[in-house]
């Protein structure tokens, strides 16, 4: 194990499965032997507002926060979220992107109109995966578990077996939703 500490964010907006997201890579690491920290910042996260989750992990992590241009991965389950927060990515950075759109108050109010091209305007500057996840957790019949999906993909730019991303994902998630969690996982990971 080198002495690299590797950053991972992820951000959305309340209620899109952010922490239990945060809990499983937080698993997947300690369980690898790695010194993991996690720190959650909600901004009314239960009114849809940003809810942003750091991981950290390597041989001995100090901080918990991932400074501006120094995350390894962005993960963003909406794309105006993944615009507010790409310039934290370093420059090989890799962001894994669901491509949905969720209206924060100042639009839905009409204070504010939401952006538009925010996928293609990123593509410019990063290296953006894209995923229609809620599509997917559709069609598997459970839209809750589309964070599954995006951390699926997400999952073949980390380097960790799929093998153990399996086993965590079964230590972490309800028991009653072990089977669609792991199909959801399975469905991003061959995206």
């Given at each position: 194990m080198d002495d690299v500490t590797k950053n991972i964010m992820i951000v959305g907006v309340g209620g899109q499965g952010t922490l239990l997201t945060s809990r499983i890579l937080g698993g997947l690491m300690s369980d690898a032997g790695y010194d993991v920290k996690i720190s959650e910042v909600h901004g009314m996260a239960q009114r849809g507002g940003s809810v942003v989750t750091y991981v950290r992990y390597g041989k001995t992590v100090h901080e918990p926060?991932?400074?501006?241009g120094q995350a390894d991965v962005l993960i963003a389950f909406e794309r105006l979220?993944?615009?507010?927060?790409?310039?934290?990515?370093?420059?090989d950075g890799v962001l894994i992107l669901n491509d949905e759109r969720i209206d924060p108050m100042p639009?839905?109010?009409?204070?504010?109109e939401y952006p538009e091209n925010i996928k293609e305007e990123l593509g410019k500057t990063y290296t953006v995966y894209s995923v229609d996840a809620m599509?997917?957790?559709?069609?598997?019949g459970?839209?809750?578990?589309?964070?599954?999906?995006?951390?699926?993909?997400?999952?073949?730019?980390m380097d960790f077996s799929k093998e153990q991303w399996i086993k965590v994902i079964?230590?972490?998630v309800p028991p009653k939703t072990v089977e669609?969690?792991?199909?959801?996982?399975?469905?991003?990971y061959q995206a």
């Open positions: 926060i991932v400074e501006e979220e993944a615009a507010r927060y790409a310039h934290f990515l370093k420059k639009v839905v109010t009409g204070k504010a599509s997917e957790a559709k069609k598997l459970n839209p809750k578990v589309f964070n599954l999906v995006v951390l699926g993909m997400a999952a073949r730019h079964e230590a972490k669609i969690n792991k199909k959801a996982f399975e469905s991003g």
